[in-house]
């Protein structure tokens, strides 16, 4: 184990950040931000934030040094993509809210946030893997729109929601026609006419906004409309899917562009379906989850900036609409220019989020096989920390060791995209962190055994 100097030992594990420095030195150093590692480096943390990253950093007089020669110091992993604290076990709904259900009359309306539960056995075990933030979304019901999505961080305290409504969440391709009568087609048009209804909503007076439009829409502000918050006596209902005015109230600040819309498609030609939208509605900020077919039509994403959230290692027709999956689809959109980070959508996206950077190390191992299409190290890396962030618009905030970025520092026995190797210590917010949880307290009461406790039925 590394050497803990200074009293950091004794520090108080998991409560509120206080005013303290923390210098952890002599790591080899990742920045998060897809450079290279940083061989015999330094990451300063002061109240709660980076202060340096790198070689050369000066140590204050008052820091608390923590050495770590021959280990590996990274930002914390993001999960880009999960449910991550909505569930415990799955033996009913009861215990789970990423269950998707028919009852609830809302749908866009829905926010995530109230669901998590910062006591989940899942963040625990997450966190005691490097993982210290994630994108959660909430699971579709009836509707293609699944509702309002959070970011969250993994600390060993009930203050879990960094970000709540921070995306709105909507489900085409298969799970949308399924959810939208059966087709493609009446997905589409669902999601187009919610649009058109945020946009009448919001009062646009032009609320359509076409290619070769000069004018900008004409705003009425929201806040300034009678009984913004009502349901609708007369609530819409399309392909037998209500939309209430608090749906259609909630679909406003993704129509204006203050929302990020999350957008769930795998074939090539739903992926552009989706791009072209914004000829309609100009507004919109979209990033795309999945995109397994992604790579044969990675320069119309490229050209369009959008985001994408893929998943990383879908290699098998799954489906008719990942007939061209293949393990190269990340570092070939990644070559196009397209702006890509890590998620696992419908991947044990609540429990195993972990294993990102198990998908990341297998990109980098695809940059050795011929014809294959991976990652160097330093962007495999950026695709569970930096690029994940980016993606939701907090890149500013989280994901990499960037002066100024929240304190989400990991310590690794060794190459963190190596299966061999653990997180020994992780920092949130600049406070240490807990790593015992349900599994390691289930391992150490097993691993070893005297006779007399063993349970009654096994004694002779």
């Not at 990253?53 to 008052?62: E, L, Q």
């Not at 739903?270 to 995109?291: C, T």
């Not at 044969?296 to 959008?306: E, H, K, L, M, R």
């Not at 990499?400 to 061999?420: M, N, Q, T, Y």
Request: a neutral charge; glycine letters at 12%; charged letters at 25%.
């Amino acid at each position: 184990m590394f050497g803990i100097m200074c009293g950091v030992a004794g520090a108080c594990i998991g409560c509120k950040a206080s005013a303290q420095t923390i210098a952890i030195t002599g790591g080899t150093v990742v920045l998060g931000d897809g450079s290279d590692p940083i061989e015999g480096g330094t990451v300063i943390v002061r109240d709660g934030r980076i202060v340096a990253a790198g070689r050369d950093v000066g140590i204050p007089k008052t820091a608390e040094l923590i050495d770590a020669r021959g280990k590996w110091v990274t930002p914390g992993i993001v999960a880009g993509f999960s449910r991550l604290g909505l569930t415990e076990v799955d033996s009913g709904a009861s215990g789970s809210d990423d269950t998707e259900t028919g009852s609830s009359p809302f749908n866009a309306a829905i926010d995530v946030a109230p669901a998590i539960n910062p006591k989940a056995s899942t963040i625990a075990v997450s966190r005691a893997d490097g993982v210290t933030r994630a994108v959660v979304a909430p699971v579709a019901g009836r509707s293609i729109f699944a509702g309002q999505g959070a970011v969250i961080d993994t600390g060993a305290d009930m203050d879990a929601v960094l970000r709540a409504r921070a995306f709105q969440f909507v489900e085409l391709g298969e799970g949308g026609a399924d959810k939208a009568g059966g087709s493609r087609a009446s997905a589409f048009v669902l999601f187009r006419n919610a649009l058109r209804e945020a946009n009448d909503l919001a009062g646009f007076r032009n609320p359509v906004v076409g290619r070769g439009t000069a004018a900008p829409p004409e705003i009425v502000p929201y806040e300034e409309r009678p009984d913004p918050g009502l349901i609708s006596r007369d609530a819409r209902r399309t392909d037998d899917v209500m939309l209430t005015r608090f749906d259609a109230a909630a679909l406003v600040p993704v129509v204006r562009g203050r929302q990020l819309l999350l957008v769930h498609v795998e074939r090539a030609i739903d992926i552009l379906n989706v791009l072209k939208l914004r000829r309609e509605f100009s507004g919109l900020r979209i990033a795309l989850v999945g995109v397994t077919e992604g790579w044969t039509v990675a320069d119309q994403i490229a050209a369009s900036g959008v985001w994408v959230i893929a998943s990383a290692l879908n290699d098998l027709p799954a489906s008719f609409e990942m007939l061209a999956a293949t393990q190269s689809n990340v570092g070939r959109l990644r070559a196009a220019g397209v702006r890509v980070a890590i998620g696992m959508i419908d991947d044990n996206d609540t429990r195993f989020v972990r294993n990102q950077r198990q998908y990341a190390g297998n990109l980098v191992a695809l940059s050795k096989v011929p014809g294959a299409a991976g990652l160097t190290w330093g962007e495999a890396f950026a695709m569970i920390s930096s690029r994940p962030a980016e993606a939701v618009g907090m890149g500013n905030e989280i994901g990499s060791l960037g002066a100024g970025r929240r304190g989400d520092v990991v310590i690794w026995s060794g190459d963190p995209l190596e299966l061999s190797s653990a997180a020994e210590a992780v920092w949130i917010d600049g406070v240490r962190q807990p790593l015992d949880n349900h599994q390691t307290r289930l391992r150490d009461r097993y691993r070893s055994l005297e006779r007399r406790d063993l349970p009654e039925a096994y004694r002779k």
